[in-house]
């Protein structure tokens, strides 16, 4: 089984920067792989922020673009969120995913981790 620990969120104001962690802290991960960023607002559904593949492939929802960077670290079983210019409309809790496949594709989360962004 697969866990994953997000960490990195907290309160900021508008402009400014936070970054997301999100680590495999047990199981194993398969050389096919996408790991992904999601947020939930209050009353929302969960929306794609951004993902990035084993191969270092990555996509953006449009709101995101040019403001926030998805990242692996050196070992892979690492993904950063760098999110900058933050905005009011980026608060919500941001989940780390992973969907991966080894016979069979297999899917986890984190628990989320909290974003606010004050005006």
């Known amino acids: 089984q697969v866990q994953l620990v997000e960490s990195g969120g907290g309160l900021v104001q508008a402009g400014g920067s936070l970054r997301l962690s999100c680590a495999v802290v047990?199981?194993?991960?398969?050389?096919?792989?996408?790991m992904t960023w999601y947020r939930q607002a209050p009353g929302k559904q969960r929306d794609l922020v951004a993902s990035?593949?084993?191969?270092?492939?990555?996509n953006y929802a449009d709101s995101v673009k040019g403001r926030f960077t998805i990242s692996r670290g050196n070992t892979k079983t690492t993904v950063y969120l760098q999110m900058n210019s933050l905005k009011p409309e980026d608060t919500a809790v941001y989940y780390c995913?992973?969907?991966?496949?080894?016979?069979?594709?297999?899917?986890?989360w984190g628990q989320g981790t909290e974003v606010t962004v004050s005006s």
């Open positions: 995913n992973l969907k991966q496949y080894s016979t069979r594709w297999s899917e986890y």
């Open positions: 990035i593949t084993n191969g270092g492939t990555t």
């Open positions: 047990s199981g194993t991960i398969f050389n096919t792989n996408v």
